[in-house]
Nanobody
Framework: QVQLVESGGGLVEAGGSLRLSCVAS????????MGWFRQAPGNEREFVAA????????AVQDSLKGRFTISRDNAKNTVYLQMTSLKPDDTAIYYC????????????????WGQGTQVTVSS
C-alpha cells in the first residue's frame, strides 16, 4: 500500500517562504513521477507541479513559475515543494501525489494521494 505523508505547512506572512515535504512508502519511489496539487476553499483541486522519477523533467503551473520549485531526493523517498514570495492567494491545502509512470505527462492523473497539509498566507 502506497502512503504519502506531507509536512511543512503552516501560517506565513505574505512574501515569506515555505518548503513542503512528502515522504512516500510502499513502492519503489524512484520509479514514479511525483506531484503537488492544491485546493483552496470553494475551488477545485489544481495542479501545482510534477517531477519525473529521476528529476530530469519537471513541470510547474505557469502562474507559479519563478516562485514554486519542485525537487526530490530518491535516497530519502521524499519530494519537496519550495514556495517563495507567497501570496494570500496561495492559501490552500497542498496535496502530494504519486503517478503510475516514471515520466509525468500533462494532464495525467495521479494514482495515490496524501492527506494534505494546510498552507495559510496572511496579508
Amino acid at each position: 500500500q502506497v502512503q504519502l505523508v506531507e509536512s511543512g505547512g503552516g501560517l506565513v506572512e505574505a512574501g515569506g517562504s515555505l518548503r513542503l515535504s512528502c515522504v512516500a512508502s510502499g513502492r519503489t519511489f524512484s520509479s514514479y513521477a511525483m506531484g503537488w496539487f492544491r485546493q483552496a476553499p470553494g475551488n477545485e483541486r489544481e495542479f501545482v507541479a510534477a517531477i519525473s522519477g529521476g528529476s530530469a523533467t519537471k513541470a510547474v503551473q505557469d502562474s507559479l513559475k519563478g516562485r514554486f520549485t519542485i525537487s526530490r531526493d530518491n535516497a530519502k523517498n521524499t519530494v519537496y515543494l519550495q514556495m517563495t514570495s507567497l501570496k494570500p492567494d496561495d492559501t490552500a491545502i497542498y496535496y502530494c501525489a504519486s503517478y503510475s509512470r516514471y515520466f509525468y505527462t500533462t494532464g495525467a492523473k495521479p494514482d495515490y494521494w496524501g492527506q494534505g497539509t494546510q498552507v495559510t498566507v496572511s496579508s
